[in-house]
């Protein structure tokens, strides 16, 4: 059983220096944040043993504390000079990739082009994007394009977490379905997405078996493990070692190994270290022989 790191994978820059700042503001005085900083439950764990409360973005009475922290995928401004008039130090750890999708929208709508973002409609992350702009249209199927009104103007920014195929194909269908609009497609896909997609492209190709490294609810986890799925690999999802079961891996040849944008780099290794030992413990094991012999026969 051959085992294959992604060349990119894991936490990015901009999830790291959330979890930075934050728990630095975390030992300086009392904290809440807004939410979920990132889609890890291992960071929720490690940011609650240095102090950190959890708040509602959207309830200003859920935080105890003066200091709160907008998380990594952003607020509306609404929400952030909602919380700071309320007497609050707004620390913000929005990654600078989802600021700059906020920029771009907002340069849309200035412009006099009616704003579609291509997401998730509940996702935090859209949320924030749509907040300040109470006209913008969210898609991510081709049946959301009804949604759209007529407009001689349409721009379109992606959620930062999107699939970059997908994503092209839902702008050539609402130019198809707008053909006397202008449509201005401004691609907001951040950069560690579109590696991590790479890089899963490279190992669908070398791997039979496939594990994706991530939080349930993380969006950019979740599009490595579809992609695997879509190539026909068998593909597991998890958060922590103790989820791989040896058995998953009995027929296994190459294992291919990536993880989300908000994975730490310890649970990489910690993955990593027990992937080796199933391989080991599948090599000496009588059933692992009886089955590497009825392969070779076949």
Excluded at 280 to 297: C, D, I, K, Y
Aim: with cysteine; aromatic share 2%.
């Amino acid at each position: 059983m051959n085992i294959i790191l992604a060349q990119h994978h894991g936490m990015c820059f901009g999830v790291r220096d959330a979890l930075r700042s934050t728990h630095t503001a975390a030992l300086r005085a009392p904290l809440t944040i807004l939410g979920q900083l990132v889609h890890n439950p291992l960071v929720d764990r490690h940011l609650a043993a240095v102090g950190a409360q959890r708040g509602d973005l959207d309830d200003l009475t859920s935080a105890t504390t003066q200091q709160v922290a907008i998380t990594a995928h952003g607020a509306s401004d609404q929400h952030r000079q909602a919380w700071q008039k309320a007497g609050h130090t707004v620390i913000d750890t929005t990654c600078p990739l989802v600021k700059k999708a906020h920029q771009a929208l907002a340069m849309l709508v200035n412009d006099g082009y009616q704003p579609i973002v291509i997401g998730q409609q509940q996702h935090v992350e859209v949320r924030g994007l749509i907040g300040d702009f109470p006209a913008a249209v969210v898609v991510l199927e081709e049946a959301d394009l009804e949604l759209i009104p007529a407009h001689p103007q349409l721009g379109i920014v992606s959620q930062t977490t999107q699939p970059v195929d997908a994503t092209l194909r839902l702008v050539d269908a609402i130019k198809r379905r707008h053909p006397s609009s202008e449509v201005r497609f401004i691609d907001t896909i951040c950069h560690p997405t579109k590696q991590r997609q790479t890089a899963m492209d490279e190992l669908v190709r070398e791997c039979d078996h496939i594990v994706v490294i991530g939080g349930r609810n993380s969006n950019n986890t979740r599009q490595l493990a579809q992609k695997a799925i879509a190539h026909g690999r068998r593909t597991l999802q998890i958060e922590r070692p103790e989820e791989l079961d040896p058995a998953w891996f009995c027929d296994a040849r190459n294992v291919g190994v990536t993880a989300g944008t908000s994975t730490l780099d310890e649970t990489v290794d910690a993955v990593m270290q027990r992937l080796r030992q199933i391989s080991a413990e599948l090599r000496s094991s009588p059933v692992h022989e009886f089955l590497r012999s009825m392969l070779h026969a076949a």
